[in-house]
């Protein structure tokens, strides 16, 4: 909570300073990237739970500082994990992900700081040695990342967002992905 409140408070004092960047038809725009998801949980080998996943983004902005965003994402390979209940090994994989946000935004002409407010829905699937299983959260996702200009309509965003948290996963993500500006 921390960490939406400073952004915002990050947002408001740069929007005084903020060029209208956005008054061009830079209204729609498409890109994609690669996440690192953080699923919370302990790895067989002793190492953090990391998936590797792609997530496509397609996005409209309202005005210069607010926009709406749709991202999917997948999983890229499985990882090992032990399960906390009853001790059994199995691979787990992010089938896909679904996230609908709220933008808010604000840009000059070389950089950008944006905030990510919204839904989402992930399914993880398990395989363990005699069976599979697959299961589903959805809820509140949040987050914020910076944005360069590196043409008139590139953009290479950098963000940290937590996918969801609820009382029985957290997925966070560290993310880095290029979109047009169309």
Do not use: H
């Not at 960047?21 to 190492?47: M, S, W």
């Not at 926009?67 to 089938?95: A, K």
């Amino acid at each position: 909570m921390r960490f939406l409140i400073s952004l915002a408070l990050v947002m408001l004092a740069n929007t005084a300073l903020a060029q209208s960047v956005f008054d061009r038809l830079d209204k729609f725009y498409v890109g994609g990237g690669l996440t690192y998801i953080d699923a919370n949980a302990a790895a067989a080998d002793g190492e953090s739970g990391e998936f590797t996943s792609t997530e496509l983004i397609g996005g409209y902005k309202y005005s210069g500082y607010l926009g709406g965003e749709i991202r999917l994402g997948t999983g890229l390979r499985s990882e090992s994990f032990v399960d906390r209940t009853n001790s059994q090994v199995f691979d787990g994989s992010i089938g896909y992900y679904g996230s609908v946000y709220w933008r808010p935004e604000t840009a000059n002409e070389v950089a950008k700081i944006y905030g990510l407010i919204g839904y989402t829905s992930i399914s993880v699937d398990r395989q363990y040695s005699s069976s599979s299983s697959s299961s589903s959260e959805s809820g509140l996702s949040y987050g914020g990342g910076v944005g360069f200009t590196f043409d008139e309509r590139w953009n290479l965003n950098f963000e940290y967002r937590t996918i969801i948290d609820t009382s029985t996963a957290e997925f966070t993500a560290v993310a880095a992905n290029v979109d047009y500006r169309f």
